[in-house]
């Protein structure tokens, strides 16, 4: 059974940090696509970032790119995202998920944390 697993979200001020982590279960993790995908309340499910299974592609979403940086440890098998200059509109469920190399879809997705920004 695949499983992602997220950690390190909670609440923090307007400009602090948090780095999220996503621990994943999957044999070939260094194949897989791995994204950080956010929802909050009343709104549409967000793409975030995602990285390449070796790590030289990235992506990031408009409102995030300068402040995030997505990156991963193949050894581990765990993705991160590091947030910094946090703002009360990131506040949201954060999820990690996981892509085959083969299609633009997600197979696994973990069960999120929660990350609050307080003004």
């Known amino acids: 059974q695949v499983q992602l697993v997220e950690s390190g979200g909670g609440v923090v001020q307007v400009g602090g940090s948090l780095r999220l982590s996503c621990a994943a279960s999957?044999?070939?993790?260094?194949?897989?696509?791995m994204a950080w995908f956010r929802r909050a309340p009343g709104k549409e499910r967000e793409l975030v970032a995602f990285?390449?299974?070796?790590?030289?592609?990235?992506y990031y979403g408009g409102s995030v790119k300068g402040r995030f940086t997505i990156s991963r440890d193949n050894d581990k098998n765990t993705v991160y995202l590091q947030m910094n200059s946090l703002k009360p509109e990131d506040s949201a469920v954060y999820s990690c998920?996981?892509?085959?190399?083969?299609?633009?879809?997600?197979?696994?997705w973990g069960q999120g944390t929660q990350v609050t920004v307080s003004s």
């Open positions: 998920a996981a892509g085959p190399p083969s299609y633009n879809q997600y197979l696994y």
């Open positions: 999957l044999l070939t993790f260094s194949n897989y696509r």
């Open positions: 990285i390449s299974g070796s790590g030289t592609t990235t």
